[in-house]
DNA sequence: GAGACAGGTTACAACCTTGTTACAAAAGAA
DNA sequence: TTCTTTTGTAACAAGGTTGTAACCTGTCTC
């Protein structure tokens, strides 16, 4: 391999490392794991102030996390016209294929949780 | 169900609650989910200065991390007194119960990191 | 006009977390 | 004697993150 192969190779794993921890960081994120959960449990849109309770935390993390599901192309937003306000998250195509590691996560956590008591 | 009852089931719930929220935060600490899958990787035990290694990052976090993987009993601590010191770090049971659900996770943001590039 | 509702945003103080630097211990090598 | 090695720890400044409180929109109700 020339030189200059072997450089394009190397940034290219480095933007490949990048873009792993990035991920990483954002699902590292507080609360995150448990958004992407709640909303998983339940395949219909969900609304803003029902992410909130199930997640239970202030608006502010919460809107900040699903802004940054959004900005990753993880969740899509919905705004209805209604009064008041009604706005609807959902999961794409790509969070849903994470579902079923989050799913036997949590049921490791949960069974932990449950012999710790 | 009486009253009595009813508070006590409660207090579980909360107790169980507790569990899970404290194991979601101990996953979303920087480096957690790269520390743990890096010791998936490799069945045996790992030296220190090779997880530091891989994880990429500093003594200080690497070994606050592992400090509260031991704490929560995720992985076991051997030192042995050679010198300069050896020091092996192996996964629990436990931890390697994670194992499945953490390669499937690792898997889609390896994914996920490929198609974005 | 005032209040209520959903779904936020903004500012900011308080808190948490990180990496850096310095240090330690123990024993063999130079 | 001083250097080297591994595996950390302590202290601390710099930076990041959080929740709170205040505010906003737009319309329907009282």
């Known amino acids: 391999?020339?030189?200059?192969?072997?450089?394009r190779m190397q940034s290219m794993c480095?933007?490949?490392?990048a873009h792993v921890d990035d991920l990483l960081v954002l699902l590292s994120k507080s609360?995150?794991?448990?958004?992407l959960y709640?909303?998983?449990?339940?395949?219909?849109?969900?609304?803003?102030?029902?992410?909130?309770?199930?997640?239970?935390?202030?608006?502010?993390?919460?809107?900040?996390?699903?802004?940054?599901?959004?900005?990753?192309g993880l969740v899509t937003r919905?705004?209805?016209?209604?009064?008041?306000?009604?706005?609807?998250?959902?999961?794409?195509r790509d969070a849903i294929a994470l579902q079923p590691s989050l799913e036997s996560m949590f049921e490791w956590v949960l069974n932990r949780a449950d012999s710790s008591l």
């Open 31 to 35: 609360k995150m794991l448990s958004t």
């Open 38 to 72: 709640v909303m998983n449990c339940d395949p219909d849109p969900m609304r803003f102030s029902e992410i909130k309770k199930r997640v239970d935390s202030s608006s502010t993390t919460v809107a900040r996390r699903l802004g940054e599901l959004e900005a990753h």
């Open 78 to 92: 919905t705004a209805y016209a209604t009064v008041p306000s009604t706005v609807e998250y959902t999961l794409t």
């Open 14 to 17: 480095e933007s490949a490392k």
């Open 1 to 7: 391999m020339s030189q200059e192969q072997s450089q």
